[in-house]
């Protein structure tokens, strides 16, 4: 079975520091994504980044970046020059396979505030 | 169109009551899942529906009944539930395993 580990429940940043959420998972897969959503107080699942298991480089959108150990099994995601409307929960998610399909799996989450 | 439509965005039910949730997406995707999240908790795995035949059901009761009329529409059908069934009820679509997209989810209050 997969798993996801987010060991930090809250996280607290003022404006324009970067911070850091870590996410590990266990997999016996050779072939697997991982991908970080944020979650707003409405509730949307807004779709940050992504990581496939075979690319070879880090992924980057904008201010965000995905520091990838594969050996260490970790994904954590950078997010340069916080904003205020960073403040939100934050999810690193493993897409699972097995025999009936496959689905995305997710952590525990990391509540972010970003302060003035 | 990238959206995955949910309607509608709050219910309030009774437990005798019977109600829908919809989904619909116009993005070709093939794949089509039903997610429920309580406050706080990370979203957890009801439905798979992959080329609108069911998939996975993750043992949910049989309260909650999925259906998937056509490729671009998935329904959660609801039906004699319990007040710990109030959650955020999020609908996803994806193609190819890498482009999962969220619908801005449904709040039900079952009463």
């Known amino acids: 079975a997969q798993k996801i580990t987010q060991t930090q429940p809250g996280m607290f940043v003022q404006e324009k520091e970067a911070v850091t959420l870590d996410c590990t998972y266990d997999?016996?897969?050779?072939?697997?994504?991982l991908f970080w959503y944020k979650q707003p107080s409405s509730g949307e699942m807004i779709f940050l980044i992504y990581q496939g298991s075979y690319d070879e480089q880090n992924a980057t959108e904008g201010r965000y970046s995905l520091n990838f150990q594969k050996a260490r099994k970790s994904a954590n995601l950078v997010i340069s020059a916080s904003q205020l409307g960073d403040s939100a929960m934050y999810f690193c998610a493993m897409r699972e396979v097995n025999q009936a399909g496959t689905a995305l799996i997710f952590g525990k989450g990391t509540t972010l505030s970003v302060s003035s | 169109d990238t959206e995955v439509t949910q309607t509608p965005k709050h219910l309030v039910m009774g437990m005798t009551n019977k109600k829908s949730l919809k989904c619909e997406q116009h993005m070709g995707h093939r794949a089509m899942y039903w997610y429920k999240q309580k406050a706080k908790k990370p979203p957890e795995l009801m439905f798979v529906y992959s080329y609108e035949k069911l998939s996975i059901n993750e043992s949910v009761p049989s309260r909650f009944s999925p259906e998937c009329p056509n490729s671009s529409l998935l329904n959660l059908h609801l039906h004699a539930l319990q007040p710990e069934d109030s959650a955020l009820y999020l609908c996803a679509s994806s193609q190819r395993d890498r482009g999962y997209t969220f619908g801005s989810g449904t709040r039900l209050t079952v009463v």
């Open positions: 997999t016996s897969d050779q072939s697997y994504g």
